[in-house]
T-cell receptor, first 114, second 115 residues
């Protein structure tokens, strides 16, 4: 069964450093998403991506964040200058279409900012 | 605007007993409703959804949910709980008349099934 994969599983970084989180969505999916989940809290939407551009983004997704689909398979989230409060679990998801289609989530990357 | 509430942080049930995990929602128009499950150190996994049609929706692992428009609820149920059902359950809603394609997730309910 196809699945979304994410690397690394755990990333530790110093405050102010740049991090890139990587995702490989399911191959025939067209919509891609990033969410984050701070420990013990709700799942928060960051950004969605379709047709090589951002389709929606939340207030969390400020200028420190960017997304890219550098090739036909990878989907990346970059945080330019990490803050302590960026420590969270980051989930990538993909779906065949928008609307009523369910999203398929990856296993997540745990980002720890020291 | 769309929002979803999961009023219980935790639900405890004995193995073999029926379980219910509650979800209520608020939308301006009509909802798309979803349930996801999250096992420890894993991503969210889709269980079932309501888009249109029958109010009782059947999903993976024997779970089902009933859409109740008058009560704006979409409670998750299973007739006989298993210890392996212990996990975090998230309800999500999307207002189909809203401008966003992004669902809003609830805070999650921890289901603990005791042997």
């Amino acid at each position: 069964e196809p699945e979304v994969t994410q690397t690394p599983s755990h990333q530790v970084t110093q405050m102010g450093q740049e991090v890139i989180l990587r995702c490989v969505p399911i191959s025939n999916h067209l919509y891609f998403y990033w969410y984050r989940q701070i420990l013990g809290q709700k799942v928060e939407f960051l950004v969605s991506f379709y047709n090589n551009e951002i389709s929606e983004k939340s207030e969390i997704f400020d200028d420190q964040f960017s997304v890219e689909r550098p090739d036909g398979s990878n989907f990346t989230l970059k945080i330019r200058s990490t803050k302590l409060e960026d420590s969270a679990m980051y989930f990538c998801a993909s779906s065949e279409a928008a609307g009523g289609n369910e999203q398929f989530f990856g296993p997540g990357t745990r980002l720890t900012v020291l | 605007a769309q929002s979803v509430a999961q009023p219980e942080d935790q639900v405890n049930v004995a193995e073999g007993n029926p379980l219910t995990v509650k979800c209520t929602y608020s939308v301006s128009g009509n909802p798309y409703l979803f349930w996801y499950v999250q096992y420890p150190n894993r991503g969210l996994q889709f269980l079932l959804k309501y888009i249109t049609g029958d109010n009782l929706v059947k999903g993976s692992y024997g779970f089902e949910a009933e859409f109740n428009k008058s009560q704006t609820s979409f409670h998750l149920k299973k007739p006989s709980a298993l210890v392996s059902d212990s996990a975090l359950y998230f309800c999500a809603v999307r207002d189909i008349t809203g401008g966003s394609y992004i669902p809003t997730f609830g805070r999650g309910t921890s289901l603990i099934v005791h042997p």
